[in-house]
């Protein structure tokens, strides 16, 4: 009973910004790591950045100094703020975060289905 839906992509042009969002639903006991990964077709899925349930961060080189991963708690939501978009940043960005449900308490991990990011003039 756990979704995750993503949202905020969409047709950029280079150097500018997109602030993509990813809000868990369902029943929900807690939810744990979260993250944004990207795919470009033919490729393998890619993590981008991580954020824990304290606030912790990490980053791949590509994106460090540009992206921004935060979450909102109260809301069962992640962030990824994008500056400074590059062509090469065009992929679809996919929300993953594990979650514990209120009934069975298992943590367990779920992916959003997507958001494209177009990144080109």
């Known amino acids: 009973q756990v979704q995750l839906v993503e949202s905020g992509g969409g047709l950029v042009q280079p150097g500018g910004s997109l602030r993509l969002s990813c809000a868990a639903s369902g029943s929900i006991f807690n939810i744990y790591t979260m993250g944004w990964y990207r795919q470009v077709l033919g490729k393998q899925r890619d993590v981008i950045a991580i954020?824990?349930?304290?606030?912790?961060?990490n980053y791949t080189d590509s994106v460090k100094g540009r992206f921004t991963i935060s979450r909102d708690n109260a809301k069962n939501t992640v962030f990824l703020q994008m500056n400074s978009l590059k062509p090469e940043d065009t992929a679809v960005y996919v929300c993953?975060?594990?979650?514990?449900?209120?009934?069975?308490?298992?943590?367990?991990?779920?992916w959003g289905k997507g958001t494209l990011v177009t990144v080109s003039s």
């Open positions: 993953n975060a594990e979650v514990a449900g209120i009934t069975m308490r298992r943590r367990m991990r779920y």
């Open positions: 954020i824990t349930s304290g606030g912790s961060t």
